[in-house]
T-cell receptor, first 115, second 113 residues
Framework: DTAVSQTPKYLVTQMGNDKSIKCEQNLGHDTMYWYKQDSKKFLKIMFSYNNKELIINETVPNRFSPKSPDKAHLNLHINSLELGDSAVYFC??????????????FGPGTRLTVL | GESVGLHLPTLSVQEGDNSIINCAYSNSASDYFIWYKQESGKGPQFIIDIRSNMDKRQGQRVTVLLNKTVKHLSLQIAATQPGDSAVYFCAENSGGSNYKLTFGKGTLLTVNP
């Protein structure tokens, strides 16, 4: 069974469009994350949610809006897509996320290409 | 290939050799460190972790060393195999009680058969 799953795996879209990426974890974890990995493989956190509450927001443009309907899901909606949004987006989860020192488990990634 | 234009630090070893991947971290207050392995087209996969009250931790074929004095972390892989070829990232918990991982640049390990 897949622990952290994301859909879609690939997303190709035009500039200016709005798109969503979905993430689900079946590990029973309390905390979920979104990361962005650029073309140079640099991996940077965007958001984290603990039990549906926003914990970390790393100065991400407000075109990006995470939504957590329940603690097993964290979706990422992106408005008015720009060329610079092209990247691989990873979802992750951890058991707690507040105590410091929890392993984060990553999903397979969504490769977003903005044309 | 995938590595073209990436400008990642690279390490090329022969199968069976030991590999050492190094990482300098940034925050002296970081209290938890993880090594991840990322294969092509996949998400980062946990390898081993270490807390700041330790200086060494061993797993199966892997050892992590932590030197807090110089803010240095290393990953040693014994008897490296072709399946170990991947990008390796170190990550530090730089967020204190709000657990936030800051990832290093990544090192591309290539194992030659």
């Amino acid at each position: 069974d897949t622990a952290v799953s994301q859909t879609p795996k690939y997303l190709v879209t035009q500039m200016g469009n709005d798109k969503s990426i979905k993430c689900e974890q079946n590990l029973g974890h309390d905390t979920m994350y979104w990361y962005k990995q650029d073309s140079k493989k640099f991996l940077k956190i965007m958001f984290s949610y603990n039990n549906k509450e926003l914990i970390i927001n790393e100065t991400v443009p407000n075109r990006f809006s995470p939504k957590s309907p329940d603690k097993a899901h964290l979706n990422l909606h992106i408005n008015s897509l720009e060329l610079g949004d092209s990247a691989v987006y990873f979802c992750a989860s951890s058991q707690d996320g507040l105590a410091g020192g929890d392993t984060q488990y990553f999903g397979p990634g969504t490769r977003l290409t903005v044309l | 290939g995938e590595s073209v234009g990436l400008h990642l630090p690279t390490l090329s070893v022969q199968e069976g050799d030991n590999s050492i991947i190094n990482c300098a971290y940034s925050n002296s207050a970081s209290d938890y460190f993880i090594w991840y392995k990322q294969e092509s087209g996949k998400g980062p996969q946990f390898i081993i972790d270490i807390r700041s009250n330790m200086d060494k931790r061993q797993g199966q074929r892997v050892t992590v060393l932590l030197n807090k004095t110089v803010k240095h972390l290393s990953l040693q892989i014994a008897a490296t195999q072709p399946g170990d070829s991947a990008v390796y990232f170190c990550a530090e918990n730089s967020g204190g009680s709000n657990y936030k991982l800051t990832f290093g640049k990544g090192t591309l390990l290539t194992v030659n058969p």
